[in-house]
């Protein structure tokens, strides 16, 4: 699966086809599945095709949420009094696949305002530049989202 | 086309310069590094989206519009992992966040 996809990528990207650059082609697929081989990404179920539908449903909503707060920071960066409350949140998310609190911590961190301190297992710690922001995170609401992304 | 796809394009070139420049006042303004981190940010999501979207408007349907997709979506996975490595390493150093705390009420009664 991987192969054909990253087979077509390098069509995509040089749109190229004489020799030589198709055998660079192969060359650099089978390096990246070998190295993706030996780091154990087979392992998980990472690459399931039936994730792709909800990642990306997950996408257009996170993206919603990259705007929102977008529009929050650049309020309080612009407003003269500069009303910053910073506040560490902690919390226990839900999900328990690695791959999981990886997408979780990265979509806290993506969105402006939210920052992803550290991970201990379920432990989340995040820094929030406004208490309110704060308060978000731990409603759960992203928490949720991703851990609906793997259950069937 | 030609004038419909200029207006577009040059309308999200400038909403992405206009967060670049609002994510560099930030950067100056914000008192310590975490907070500094969080304007960073708004150059990082909708500076970076905003930017590359006008441009792809400007390529049209073709293969570079694609190509710039697939920048705009790595950069979107690897810019809050460089940030979260930052972030973890400056706690690891012993940088405080100058910040109160909220933990989660369930677990802790």
Known sequence: ??????????????????????????????????VSYRMHLFDTDFFALRLMSRLIR????????????????TRVVLSRRLPISPTVAEFDAH??????????????????????????GQRFVVHALTEKGARDIMDGEMDRRVSQLRSR | MGMFQDIVSWILLTGGGFFVLVG???????PNLYTRMHAASVTDTMGAALVLGGIMVQA????????????????????PTSS?????????????PDAGRAADPEDHP
């Open chain 2, 84 to 96: 979260y490595a930052l972030a973890h390493s400056a706690l690891l150093a012993g940088i405080q």
């Open chain 2, 24 to 30: 560099g006042i930030g950067v100056l303004r914000m």
């Open chain 1, 58 to 73: 997950y996408w257009a909503w996170l993206a919603r949420e990259v705007v929102r707060s977008s529009m929050e920071v």
């Open chain 1, 1 to 34: 699966m991987l192969a054909v996809l990253l087979g077509v990528a390098w069509l995509l990207w040089s749109g190229f086809f004489k020799p030589l650059l198709l055998a660079l082609g192969a060359f650099s697929c089978v390096l990246v599945l070998i």
């Open chain 1, 95 to 120: 999900c328990e696949h690695p791959v999981d609190r990886a997408i979780l911590g990265n979509s806290i961190t993506l969105t402006p305002g939210t920052l992803t301190l550290s991970i201990d």
């Open chain 2, 60 to 79: 049209g349907p073709s293969l570079a519009a694609i190509k710039l997709a697939a920048i705009l979506l790595f950069l979107l996975i690897t810019s």
